[in-house]
């Protein structure tokens, strides 16, 4: 087809040449799912006495209304899961590709003559739009979150897990995970507190002990014992204790999501 084309283009023009044959009259002539209509209509016009189920034998041929029916059937279906759905889209492939090295023909007019210009499909161009967004976002981000408190992931799609859970839930995950959690040290970043100790192991601030999301999850002794669940589930699912876990790393691990949000909802 040419260059900046992609497999899904190769299989709707293939659709479409196929749509165009069937189209034609004699291209249905003497093919099997011809003498399977012409079978059906024979059996429509017999008397009613005389009708049996498909699977049932003929008195003209014993097999032919059952085969032609089960047949039929393996046709329609044949596209779900069938290897050569995985041979057709090789060829897709190759036909989006480079044709001159894989015998694949040019996309042409429909008058046959080939275009002087090399066309862009519209899926080629979300696809090169993707490839292009992704490692730009990426890169905006690790700019922008120059402290290292939110940590993304290194592969795969967001973590959906938090997304199922209860808003209120949600919203402190999401907050904590960027650093924008109501804790001591933001409230005294955006000036809403004069100093960020932690007010639920420290009330009268006499240790002195910052309230960070690492004292939070590991440290602070009002919630310890919730903190005890927290890190032996976590250890459970990734073989990695409570002292080799920093808490960005923690909340951007889909394994740690679900004991980290049942954390949230105990606390």
């Known amino acids: 087809m040419g260059y900046y084309q992609e497999a899904y283009d190769a299989e709707c023009a293939a659709i ?26 024979a059996r429509r016009t017999r008397p009613r006495s005389d009708l049996r189920h498909p699977g049932e034998a003929s008195d003209s041929n014993p097999t ?10 393996q046709l329609v279906s044949s596209a779900q899961g069938i290897p050569g759905n995985e041979v057709a889209d090789g060829w897709a492939k190759l036909a989006a590709s480079e044709p001159d090295e894989h015998g694949a023909e ?18 080629h161009l979300r696809r090169r739009a993707s490839e ?38 949600a919203s402190r995950f999401y907050q904590l995970k ?3 959690a109501i804790t001591g040290v933001y409230l005294k970043s955006v000036v809403n507190r004069p ?20 004292h939070l999850f590991k440290y602070c002794s009002r919630w310890k014992d919730q903190q005890a669940g927290l ?7 990734t073989k ?22 049942d954390f949230l909802r105990s606390t």
């Open 64 to 73: 032919q209304a059952g085969t032609c029916h089960r047949n039929r059937n």
């Open 178 to 180: 960027s650093g924008h």
């Open 231 to 237: 890190w032996a589930r976590v250890k459970e699912a």
């Open 16 to 41: 479409a040449r196929a749509l165009a044959v069937a189209a034609r009259p004699q291209a249905w002539q003497g093919s099997y799912l011809h003498r399977c209509d012409r079978a059906d209509d």
């Open 240 to 261: 990695r204790g409570k002292q080799k876990w920093r808490v960005g790393d923690l909340l951007a691990d889909e394994r740690c999501s679900p004991a980290v949000l």
């Open 106 to 123: 040019w996309l042409t007019r429909a008058d046959g003559t080939r275009l002087p210009e090399r066309p862009t499909s519209l899926a």
């Open 132 to 169: 292009k967004k992704c490692p730009e976002a990426r890169t905006w981000c690790e700019r922008r979150n120059l402290n290292g408190g939110y940590v993304l992931r290194k592969k795969g799609k967001p973590d959906p897990t938090p997304t199922r859970a209860e808003k209120r839930t």
């Open 195 to 214: 100093d960020d100790h932690c007010w639920w192991c420290d009330p009268k601030n006499i240790s002195g002990t910052q309230q960070t999301r690492d």
